[in-house]
């Protein structure tokens, strides 16, 4: 089975304008994990989407919403962009057992 | 926030050593995992210990648990120049329902060959 994708890999924007990433996770995964890894803050946890519905989420302001879609693929939208959202996103995606299958992660970068 | 802390933040071994990671969390767990990543590339899962097991091994891993304390340890033996990387441990919380781990700040493993 291939693996987590992730997309774009590498994304420069500016501050107030808004960004989409997108995830498609493993073939059969129905649940799409969303983590920020900072080095000030390491990694914390955004949310996560299990059958089109958010079934957890982190402690993080409106700006960041996601979605899944019905094949799974999720995308995750930051909204008002600010210098402190620079960040490596992840994604993983869980099989409804207990290990997470990650992505590459996509490298944001914001001016 | 991170659920916990990882000791130490940073450890340099020659081949062949072996290496000793220490992580602590703060709430009740279903499970504790360690994870490896690369260089700021995605995270692979390494090995996963429930709350009621001790001890886990897989292959030159080896993982303890000690829920009293609320602490875990990852050993590495017989390590390789292969294994450098940053080695986190994540906590499934008890009672959640579905995935939403939290990480420690993770350790930065050189092993020099």
């Known amino acids: 089975k291939a693996g987590v994708t992730q997309t774009p890999r590498y994304l420069i924007k500016t501050r107030g304008q808004q960004v989409t990433l997108s995830c498609s996770p493993i073939?059969?995964?129905?649940?799409v994990s969303w983590y920020q890894q900072t080095p000030g803050q390491g990694l914390q946890f955004l949310f996560e989407y299990f059958s089109e519905t958010q079934r957890n989420k982190g402690n993080f302001p409106g700006r960041f919403s996601g979605r899944q879609f019905s094949n799974s693929r999720s995308e995750m939208n930051v909204s008002t962009l600010e210098l402190g959202d620079s960040a490596l996103y992840l994604c993983?995606?869980?099989?409804?057992?207990?290990?997470?299958?990650f992505g590459p992660g996509t490298r944001l970068t914001v001016l | 926030s991170q659920q916990g802390e990882e000791d130490p933040q940073a450890l340099s071994i020659q081949e062949g050593e072996n290496a000793t990671m220490n992580c602590s969390y703060k709430?009740?767990?279903?499970?504790l995992q360690w994870y490896r990543q690369n260089s700021g590339r995605g995270l692979v899962h390494l090995i996963l210990i429930r709350s009621n097991e001790r001890e886990k091994h897989s292959g030159r891993l080896r993982v303890t648990l000690d829920t009293s304390k609320k602490s875990s340890s990852l050993l590495i033996t017989a390590s390789r120049a292969a294994d450098t990387a940053s080695y986190f441990c994540a906590t499934d919380p008890r009672g959640n329902a579905g995935n939403m781990l939290t990480f420690g700040g993770g350790t930065r493993l050189m092993v020099k060959p």
């Open positions: 073939s059969g995964h129905r649940s």
């Open positions: 993983a995606s869980n099989d409804s057992g207990n290990e997470q299958f």
């Open positions: 709430t009740s767990i279903n499970n």
